[in-house]
């Protein structure tokens, strides 16, 4: 790991203090992030399964373009909210948050997000995609905070998204309409028995880890 800079560093404690609150259902957090998924088809149809043996396939495939897959996740419940979009545009983000807070943000409350800094990522992404009554409405019912610069593993939803990857996505997957599917369908049997995710890492901890990089770090306890 390269130097950690004061910025880093208060960024990454933010967000270790927000996964160390206990859960609130006023302000339930969820953690966001995507990933771009390639669509690919068989050249030949794959060969028929024969009783105890996995199923065969040709070496050669099709690449039909690529898509995303949007994800969301609440680590106290484990519940997962995910979309599958053939872009990962300002648009495709704010028509996501627009979804998620409309399923699942309390009555007066609002969601705590935690997500990465991609450049849509931002509330001026509701203001492309909707009225500025609506983006302002759903800019009051999200409280955003960013992950550091090239720290992706401090985000909750790495975790969930390499479960759909591993469950779900290790295969060839020819179309949009086919990956919607298949990922819908991992959804709703994830959020029927969800698993949460019990984050260990603390701002404690990280001081210890990390100490050499905290400026003043002989006055750390």
């Known amino acids: 790991m390269g130097q950690l800079t004061p910025t880093f560093l208060w960024q990454m404690e933010n967000?270790?203090?927000?996964?160390?609150?206990?859960?609130?259902?006023?302000?339930?957090?969820?953690c966001f992030d995507e990933r771009p998924c390639q669509l690919i088809g068989d050249t030949l149809v794959p060969l028929p399964i024969e009783p105890?043996?996995?199923?065969?396939?040709?070496?050669?495939?099709?690449?039909?373009?690529?898509?995303?897959?949007?994800?969301?996740?609440?680590?106290?419940?484990?519940?997962?909210?995910v979309q599958v979009r053939d872009q990962r545009?300002?648009?495709?983000?704010?028509?996501?948050?627009?979804?998620?807070?409309?399923?699942?943000c309390p009555v007066g409350g609002q969601i705590?997000?935690?997500?990465d800094n991609l450049?849509?990522?931002?509330?001026?992404?509701?203001?492309?995609?909707?009225?500025?009554?609506?983006?302002?409405?759903?800019?009051?019912q999200l409280d955003m905070h960013y992950t550091p610069k090239k720290a992706s593993w401090l985000n909750m939803a790495e975790i969930q998204l390499s479960v759909l990857s591993k469950q779900c996505l290790k295969r060839r997957i020819p179309t949009v309409t086919a990956l919607t599917r298949e990922v819908l369908a991992w959804?709703?049997?994830?959020?029927?028995?969800?698993?949460?995710?019990h984050w260990q890492f603390t701002p404690k901890m990280a001081r210890i880890k990390f100490k050499r990089?905290?400026?003043?770090?002989?006055?750390?306890?």
């Open 15 to 30: 967000i270790l203090g927000i996964y160390a609150l206990p859960y609130d259902e006023s302000r339930p957090l969820w």
């Open 52 to 81: 105890g043996k996995p199923q065969r396939r040709d070496y050669e495939y099709e690449r039909h373009g690529v898509c995303s897959v949007l994800l969301a996740v609440q680590p106290h419940t484990g519940l997962s909210f």
């Open 89 to 104: 545009t300002a648009l495709d983000y704010a028509e996501f948050m627009a979804a998620l807070v409309a399923a699942h």
């Open 112 to 115: 705590v997000l935690v997500q």
């Open 119 to 140: 450049n849509t990522h931002t509330p001026a992404a509701f203001y492309q995609a909707f009225s500025p009554e609506h983006a302002f409405a759903l800019m009051q």
């Open 187 to 197: 959804t709703r049997r994830r959020n029927q028995k969800p698993v949460p995710i």
């Open 213 to 221: 990089f905290y400026p003043n770090s002989s006055l750390l306890q």
